[in-house]
């Protein structure tokens, strides 16, 4: 019975298992060449903030204005396009696709955001 659990926990591996050791002699383990980049509050916080910023996009831009944030930023999971391919596609000028992408507007239509 015993070498029967011994055969079964052997298969058994563990993420702090050294698999290699580098030229200075450290042994590298699993756990060191899995990637954990990402952390679950950032990924949280990201989401929060885009969907703010969808409805803010939605209730404050006018159609011509979400249409041109959406085709120079890629949003909604559209490929971005640079200011001279979205004035060339909405035949307006380049500095005007800049002065929306940017949220150059005038003082009395002025729109404040806080986070």
Do not use: W
Not at 1 to 9: L, V
Not at 48 to 58: A, D, H, P, T
Not at 64 to 69: A, N, T
């Amino acid at each position: 019975m015993h070498f029967r659990n011994q055969k079964k926990a052997s298969q058994d591996v563990f993420i702090s298992d050294p698999i290699e050791t580098d030229k200075e002699g450290n042994s590298l383990t699993i756990q060191d060449t899995m990637s954990d980049d990402d952390n679950i509050f950032d990924c949280i916080d990201l989401r929060l903030k885009s969907e703010k910023m969808y409805s803010y996009i939605n209730q404050y831009l006018t159609e011509r204005e979400r249409k041109i944030l959406i085709m120079r930023y890629g949003l909604f999971c559209s490929k971005p396009l640079t200011q001279r391919e979205v004035a060339k596609t909405l035949k307006i000028s380049r500095s005007y696709v800049s002065r929306i992408a940017y949220c150059k507007r005038t003082p009395k239509n002025r729109i404040t955001i806080s986070y």
